[in-house]
């Protein structure tokens, strides 16, 4: 996984940075702007436009007292649930087991999985200090698309981060996540496809929750 954030807990720096503003992203990408707003807007402008907002909350003093960390949160989970398509990541990150699933686990499964990325993240977006992020270009193919950005460091490094999207509606909604080459739903589903086969999908669902409430702690 990148860093923290799934059921493996080792990963190299460079991904640990690199997952950090991924979500960052993820999580801007409708920060505040409407329904309305963003009407008419291609998934570029839709990313930017968010992530600018995010940027804005992140340098505000009086949310970054701990006092607020739970409204924090909470805040972040409802953006996260506008912005991300966690029902067709979960769906893609289980392959054909997930036509194995009764509705109602399929529900289940996807109300853990999106509260294990939202847990995992969280922290590594109120780390940003002030990185560049350029967005180099984007390939559009009728309700699906491809948005290219650049993590700029201070240091002058790189980071490619790559944000696949499908549009519903107005909204282009993000499914995958591909850092330097590595797709977020290529990652989980080689973990949950190896959980599965050597274990159970209760087993699965187990440590996903087990991983879920360690990093409540």
């Not at 460079?14 to 409708?30: D, E, H, N, Q, S």
């Not at 409407?34 to 505000?60: C, H, K, M, N």
């Amino acid at each position: 996984m990148y860093g923290d954030t799934g059921l493996h807990r080792s990963a190299p720096v460079r991904a640990v940075l690199a997952a950090r503003f991924a979500l960052l992203c993820l999580l801007g990408v409708l920060a505040a702007i409407s329904a309305a707003d963003s009407a008419g807007l291609g998934p570029t402008e839709q990313l930017r436009g968010g992530i600018d907002q995010v940027l804005e909350v992140l340098d505000d003093p009086a949310l970054k007292d701990a006092a607020r960390a739970a409204d924090r949160h909470r805040a972040v989970r409802r953006i996260a649930d506008g912005i991300f398509d966690f029902e067709e990541t979960a769906r893609r990150a289980m392959a054909q087991h997930w036509r194995s699933l009764t509705p109602a686990q399929q529900g289940e499964f996807v109300d853990v999985f999106s509260d294990l990325l939202e847990r995992a993240y969280m922290s590594k977006i109120e780390l940003y200090s002030g990185e560049k992020i350029q967005y180099p270009g984007e390939r559009v193919e009728g309700d699906v698309a491809t948005v290219s950005t650049r993590i700029v460091t201070k240091k002058g490094t790189e980071v490619p981060i790559d944000y696949r999207m499908l549009k519903r509606g107005e909204r282009w909604r993000v499914y995958d996540v591909s850092i330097e080459g590595v797709s977020l739903i290529a990652n989980y589903r080689t973990q949950f496809n190896s959980v599965i086969r050597t274990s159970s999908y209760d087993e699965l669902l187990r440590k996903m929750r087990s991983r879920v409430e360690e990093m409540r702690r």
